[in-house]
């Protein structure tokens, strides 16, 4: 086959393909109207498939069409790989291969069914129709972008079995045809797939990240991860390339949100990477959505007609045909001994155990899920039953606990690893919980704390370290402190660096120094000096000088200057000035200035400036850009300014303008503009608009408008958009009303939308009501709803329930769920009970369920929620 398709031009074999595609249809004596219903595929698919003018058919089309015509398929696949080929086509130097070769299942997108097509051949697993929604738009851009030589990545973010992972694989499908690939990596393990092949990527690659809290969310690699995406992504010479990724709303949360003062940042890089780069996938279709769903039912889709009998009311239907509903239905049906069984996994997953769940731990987690009537019925044969029971698929090719089998690690021979083949099979059945009901029992179980059962067999079966350290952390919470102590334990037998630490600082505690510092260096062993640092400290305040010394020299050598830092630190403080610069100085041959700087800061607050210049002076000597800062600070007070500036210009050199900005602030304030300007075009050389924004903001404050104004501008010039704001804030505040909405718009369009806020308010205040609401819809336009509704308050405060409500309306219409709620409230004040309802049905829809409940409506709730209900009576929230 190969050598008769060797003489094929692209456009040779794009002809041959189609002449062989037009033969068969007549042959088999259908119209396309007919080929279209029998592939599953659209009119338009088919048409486009066998029309000269079109593109590449994709190689799910030319499969589908080569079945129903019964016409060789593979035959037929290797003329389309010809016809896709292109010059500069990405060639198999990289990881992943073409995505035509594969298959959406093998990607995790969802089945939702199989079908039948009269060949008297097994039924074979099927897509239904796919209906495009706004993150696809959203997802398209991106994807073009990628096309026009620009790399991207975004991340779609929604709750189980929303069409994350489906949108993705349809938004690559024209990435296909100009013979892009695809890399989904996953052996050994996801996380380290990804970090040891990141670096491997070729341009023209899709980077496919699903369910990427396995990637960016892991405890040993996740930031590391996140730091080698971000480094494909803005390196010219590796792109194009596109990163596409899905996350549920929990994931996204915890991975963006700023750590606690003094607290560990554990995802910083990951937060840095996320910042504009997700897009939110909605729970349900809206009613364009299913109007185009149901379009595609009528034209033969039997999967979505299916789905639709059942999910047109709530729009949930990619959850319907994924199998969600049946799995919760299977759930709440189940013999007692399988229930527990799926509540002890839901447990296990929300309190932070791995997907792979150890049958051993779940056969003797579920005894105490159990009433004791139910207990004593029981069989010996209980949960070899209940595992056959759970194991039964329901509607979606979902089993609510599947036997799942890992994949063995392959890597070549070396020291520690042998060349023996790896199993097939675990050492012992693991099992996973479906993803649907995982997250269902994250909501309705999040109250609840598991039985003695479900911790005795964690500690007694669990041996994963991250599973340990979880539970323990879980156990603590809940106030099972000895359970938490002997699981903490478990996990130092097996090398966990956290539960070390902790029992070395514990054992400090009581006294125990020697036991304490054996537990602190297999620690620091396993790679935590943390201990390492709090004994030095604990040493240094109990007065043993030299023991303290030798621990920080201990956790220095595992790559730790923390404790030395902390030391020095103390040593100054109590007066030791010359221990503390020794101390220092240790540190800064460890490659860490911070020490050095902090002393100078130390002097130089108590006028000892000399010595404070002298340790400035020798972190800039090892490479810091703060003590250059300082010192360039230090100078320009005390007059020497041509000194300031090549300190400042050094520093500059070393990618930071702060000195340079810092000082160009300094000559404005007093009085040397002259000076500060000259200053200011030399940070323009490095960062323009920062420069031009800090002496606008210096000028405006001293009162000079003009000034302010034109250097504002020219900083929006150069991309500056807080130019923006501050610009329309000035001619906001001076009365100038109609200058200010231009610039509140040119920064609404630039994705700031609070000046367009203010104004509305402003307005509104002024009794100038058109012009508030023009201003409030323009925010709304741009994603914004707050200021409508806020604009609705006020007219309902003043009386104007007529005006209130057709603002509400207004913010409903750009999907706010208060407003329809405020909306219901209205209509149920005036006796309008049924309108009302409708309202509350549609503020449940975007999420806002208390409506229903506080509006005694439970009995309607229970109809609309399938979700359940919290012991309080409240509905539970899926989103959560």
Known sequence: MHDEQAGHTPDSALAELRKKLAAGLARARLNQTQLAAQAHLGRTTVSEALSPRKPVPSAETVAALARVLKLPAGELLELRRTAAAQPGAVTADGPGRPIDQWDPHALEVHPAGTVQDGSGLPERRSLPGYVSREHDRILAEAVQDAAAGHSRMLVLVGGSSTGKTRACWEAVQSLAEQGWRLWHPFDPTRAEAALEDLARVVPRTVVWLNEA????????????????????????????????????????????????????????????????????????????????????????????????????????????????????????????????????????????????????????????????TDWNQLTDDWAEKAYAELAKQVHGKQAPLSRITPRPQRRPPGPSVSAEAPSLRPAKPVFRLADYLEQHGRTTRRHLCPPASFWHAAHTHLTHLDDLNNLTVAAEVRHRLQWAHHLR???????????????????????????????????????????????????????????????????????????????????????????????????????????????????????????????????????????????????????????????????????????????????????????????ARQVADYDAASALFYLARVREETGDREGAETLYRQAIDHGDTDALFRLARMYEEAGEWEGAAILARQAADHGNTNPLSRLALIREEAGDRETAETLARQAADHGSTSVLFRLAEMREETGNREGAEILYRQAADHGSASALFHLARLREETGDREDAETLYRQAADHGNTEALYLHGMEETLKRLWPFGLDPDGMPTPHWQ
């Open 213 to 372: 809290q396995h990637y960016l969310g892991d405890q040993a690699a996740g930031e590391q991860i996140a730091a080698a995406v971000h480094r494909l992504l803005i390196s010219p010479q590796r792109g194009p390339v596109l990163v596409l990724g899905t996350l549920w709303p929990d994931y996204v949360q915890q991975y963006t949100a700023l750590p606690a003062p003094g607290g560990p940042d554990q995802h910083s890089r990951v937060r840095e990477l996320l910042a504009g780069r997700t897009v939110s996938v909605p729970d349900a279709f809206d009613t364009r959505a299913l109007a185009a769903a149901a379009a595609l039912a009528e034209g033969g889709d039997r999967l979505l007609a299916d789905a639709l009998t059942r999910a047109r009311a709530d729009g949930r239907l990619t959850q319907d045909l994924a199998g969600g509903p049946a799995l919760l239905e299977r759930y709440r049906t189940v013999s007692p001994a399988a229930k527990a069984l799926l509540e002890a996994a839901m447990d296990a997953r929300r309190l932070g155990v791995g997907l792979h769940l150890p049958q051993a731990f779940l056969t003797d987690a579920a005894a105490d899920y159990l009433h004791d």
């Open 489 to 679: 334990l478990r996990a130092a037998d097996h090398g966990s660096a956290s539960a070390l630490t902790h029992l070395a600082v514990m054992w400090d505690g009581t006294g125990d120094w020697k036991g304490a510092e054996t537990l602190a260096r297999q620690a620091a062993d396993h790679g935590n000096t943390h201990a390492l640092t709090h004994l030095a400290r604990m040493r240094e305040k109990a007065g043993d000088r030299e023991a303290a010394e030798t621990l920080a020299r201990q956790a220095a050598d595992y790559g730790s200057t923390d404790a030395l830092y902390q030391l020095a630190v103390m040593r100054e403080g109590s007066g030791d000035r010359e221990g503390a610069a020794t101390l220092a100085r240790q540190a800064t041959d460890y490659g860490s200035t911070d020490a050095l700087v902090h002393l100078a800061l130390m002097r130089e607050e108590i006028g000892d400036r000399e010595a404070a210049e002298t340790f400035y002076r020798q972190a800039a000597d090892y490479g810091s850009i703060n003590a250059l800062y300082r010192l360039a600070v230090m100078r320009e007070a005390d007059g020497d300014r041509e000194g300031a500036a090549i300190l400042a210009r050094q520093a500059a050199d070393r990618d930071s303008t702060g000195a340079l900005t810092h000082l160009a602030v300094m000559r404005e304030k007093g009085g040397d503009r002259e000076g500060a300007e000259r200053l």
